[in-house]
């Protein structure tokens, strides 16, 4: 076996493992790293070691993690609150302590050749955990985008995750775009698109009158107010199709019963594997409302069953479909304008099987066997 080829223990440690599209992704690659000869772990931090997606029955999934005591959410909760207040950034360790020091310990004597943190959070605990484990070699990967963590998912610890990014060995983002920012902090960054997380795609033949939307049902990042509308303003024969659970739901159902939309809007719940795969090619287009995605894995899958995608312009839709080249993006939110473009889609199965000839097209650059390539070979270059 060559020296680059040889075998390396990685351990991936996320905030979780439940239904998700970091979590499908961060298991997609565990399984692909397991199947090449690595010996693979996945270190669930939130301590309930349940995992929603199928795992490779060789992947090691230790319940290493005790999950947080009461009073640690109370701490956390104060000191949120006290930021709001003084605007003082918080320390990360007075919130996870205890968790901390059962990954240190896991880690000290397990002493995995890689570990790959997932996130914000984790990210902001790199400086900690390669003081305590000698030689650690952790790569941050980033799931969102730049300027979500900094302006949103990480203000109130700022400090810890900026110098989390600075002490990696190695950050992995996910667009080009935001290669340039993470760039400026840590030069041993790079980008590595998220693979597909479907195997065997069903093309759709585009004849049923159905618009496709997948995600988690959070109202503000996924922009599921947004739907209201466009329900509202496509034929009284299409529906838009919803697939996926999340925080949300009850609000979402609520403003679909006001709005009278339950025959146009239908939630259909999570969904894995087989029945996600028959969900999209159940479908004619794909629309995505997100306001903000770090990249859009659902996005990705959509285009690998031949659905024309039609997005809100934001980086990684923008990044997925290369500034409209392969989809259509709209600008500034307008839901008017994206109205027009789906009955224009709607109207025309032309331009539909025109899109879907470059979804198609497209949904190659993100094979797991292309991801693969490229995360080996910024791996063993550690």
């Keep these: 076996?060559?020296?680059?080829?040889?075998?390396?223990?990685?351990?991936?440690?996320?905030?979780?493992?439940?239904?998700?599209?970091?979590?499908?992704?961060?298991?997609?690659?565990?399984?692909?790293?397991?199947?090449?000869?690595?010996?693979?772990?996945?270190?669930?931090?939130?301590?309930?070691?349940?995992?929603?997606?199928?795992?490779?029955?060789?992947?090691?999934?230790?319940?290493?993690?005790?999950?947080?005591?009461?009073?640690?959410?109370?701490?956390?909760?104060?000191?949120?609150?006290?930021?709001?207040?003084?605007?003082?950034?918080?320390?990360?360790?007075?919130?996870?302590?205890?968790?901390?020091?059962?990954?240190?310990?896991?880690?000290?004597?397990?002493?995995?050749?890689?570990?790959?943190?997932?996130?914000?959070?984790?990210?902001?605990?790199?400086?900690?955990?390669?003081?305590?484990?000698?030689?650690?070699?952790?790569?941050?990967?980033?799931?969102?985008?730049?300027?979500?963590?900094?302006?949103?998912?990480?203000?109130?610890?700022?400090?810890?995750?900026?110098?989390?990014?600075?002490?990696?060995?190695?950050?992995?983002?996910?667009?080009?775009?935001?290669?340039?920012?993470?760039?400026?902090?840590?030069?041993?960054?790079?980008?590595?698109?998220?693979?597909?997380?479907?195997?065997?795609?069903?093309?759709?033949?585009?004849?049923?009158?159905?618009?496709?939307?997948?995600?988690?049902l959070a109202m503000q990042q996924k922009g599921l107010d947004y739907l209201i509308p466009i329900a509202k303003n496509i034929p009284p024969d299409w529906k838009i199709l919803v697939g996926g659970e999340g925080t949300d739901k009850d609000k979402f159902k609520n403003l679909i019963d006001i709005n009278n939309l339950q025959d146009k809007i239908i939630l259909r719940g999570s969904l894995k594997a087989e029945e996600l795969i028959n969900f999209y090619s159940e479908g004619s287009i794909f629309i995505s409302t997100s306001r903000w995605e770090g990249f859009g894995l659902v996005v990705t899958e959509a285009m690998a069953c031949g659905l024309p995608v039609i997005s809100f312009d934001n980086l990684g839709p923008k990044e997925i479909l290369e500034n409209g080249e392969y989809g259509i993006l709209v600008g500034d939110y307008d839901v008017n304008k994206i109205i027009l473009n789906l009955n224009d889609l709607i109207k025309d199965k032309e331009k539909r099987e025109r899109f879907q000839n470059k979804s198609i097209k497209r949904a190659k650059d993100f094979s797991i066997e292309v991801i693969l390539e490229e995360w080996n070979e910024k791996l063993s270059s550690l």
């Design 1 to 216: 076996m060559k020296k680059e080829e040889k075998s390396m223990n990685i351990c991936i440690v996320n905030a979780g493992f439940g239904l998700g599209g970091v979590e499908r992704v961060a298991i997609e690659l565990a399984n692909s790293f397991q199947r090449q000869g690595n010996n693979v772990s996945l270190v669930d931090f939130s301590g309930k070691n349940t995992f929603f997606y199928e795992t490779d029955t060789n992947i090691n999934t230790p319940h290493v993690i005790n999950s947080r005591k009461l009073h640690r959410k109370i701490i956390k909760r104060a000191l949120y609150f006290k930021y709001r207040l003084d605007k003082k950034t918080i320390k990360l360790m007075d919130i996870y302590k205890e968790q901390v020091k059962d990954l240190i310990k896991y880690l000290k004597e397990h002493t995995p050749d890689v570990l790959v943190v997932c996130q914000d959070v984790l990210t902001g605990l790199i400086p900690l955990l390669k003081k305590e484990v000698e030689g650690l070699k952790v790569v941050a990967w980033q799931h969102n985008s730049y300027e979500v963590y900094i302006n949103r998912y990480c203000k109130e610890f700022l400090s810890d995750y900026l110098l989390g990014v600075k002490a990696a060995d190695l950050v992995v983002c996910l667009t080009a775009d935001d290669l340039e920012k993470f760039k400026k902090i840590n030069v041993n960054s790079c980008y590595i698109y998220n693979p597909l997380t479907i195997s065997g795609a069903k093309i759709s033949n585009l004849t049923n009158k159905s618009i496709v939307f997948v995600g988690r």
